[in-house]
């Protein structure tokens, strides 16, 4: 089953807009990353934040993270162009008592900003 | 440059072939994974390897082998046994495989099978 449920899907909005895409999970997390993926590439990490932490921001990115309610949103401000992209939020999770990570990873928002 | 490189980029397989990807990165991470992406969808993980000379399955093992004989390459071979294997394929690596790593990304493999 999935850990992140990222929401909405897609999303579609005007160059200069602001754009808030949501995530949400199931199990306890100690940290929740969220990554970019353009169309046929790698994933980009974009922000980490760690689970005593309600808010982040970097440049243009702000995320936040309500434990309580399993969420955390990714909001994209002044949207551009270059920012069309899948948007994917992922929990770590403990494979080994030796620590080694495995990310789980949502199904991702698609983003188009239109010019 | 520094980075996790992948080859090739497109891959195009027999049924009933083998065929391996390769994955290398010159960024000193111990901790390597293995993905698969179908369309539309997030990533699930296939093998991990926390060090050199050691891997554990992940979620979707069935029909893949990897190897880790080198700290910087992680190939997976995608066998006969796979039935779907048409995807995407990611590599990444972190620097432990620690849950603050960040996990950076190669270009990605795109197998499809004829």
């Known amino acids: 089953s999935q850990q992140g449920e990222e929401d909405p899907q897609a999303l579609s909005i005007q160059e200069g807009e602001n754009a808030t895409m949501n995530c949400s999970y199931k199990?306890?997390?100690?940290?929740l990353q969220w990554y970019r993926q353009n169309s046929g590439r790698g994933l980009v990490h974009l922000i980490l934040?760690?689970?005593?932490?309600r808010e982040k921001h970097s440049g243009r990115l702000r995320v936040t993270l309500d434990t309580s309610k399993k969420s955390s949103s990714l909001l994209i401000t002044a949207s551009r162009a270059a920012d069309t992209a899948s948007y994917f939020c992922?929990?770590?999770?403990?494979?080994?008592?030796?620590?080694?990570?495995?990310?789980?990873f949502g199904q991702g928002t698609r983003l188009t900003i239109n010019p | 440059d520094g980075g996790i490189t992948q080859s090739p980029k497109y891959l195009f397989r027999k049924e009933g072939q083998n065929v391996t990807l390769s994955c290398e990165q010159n960024?000193?991470?111990?901790?390597m994974y293995w993905y698969r992406q179908d369309p539309g969808q997030g990533l699930r993980l296939i093998y991990y390897?926390?060090?050199?000379?050691?891997?554990q399955k992940g979620d979707i093992a069935e029909g893949y082998s990897v190897s880790r004989e080198k700290k910087e390459s992680f190939p997976l071979t995608v066998t006969s046994a796979q039935k779907n294997p048409t995807a995407f394929y990611l590599c990444?690596?972190?620097?432990?495989?620690?849950?603050?790593?960040?996990?950076?990304f190669g270009p990605g493999t795109r197998l499809t099978v004829l």
């Open positions: 990444a690596s972190t620097t432990q495989g620690r849950g603050t790593d960040t996990q950076y």
């Open positions: 199990t306890s997390i100690n940290n």
């Open positions: 934040i760690r689970s005593n932490e």
């Open positions: 992922a929990t770590d999770i403990y494979l080994n008592i030796q620590g080694a990570q495995k990310l789980v």
């Open positions: 960024l000193n991470h111990d901790a």
């Open positions: 390897s926390q060090i050199v000379n050691d891997f």
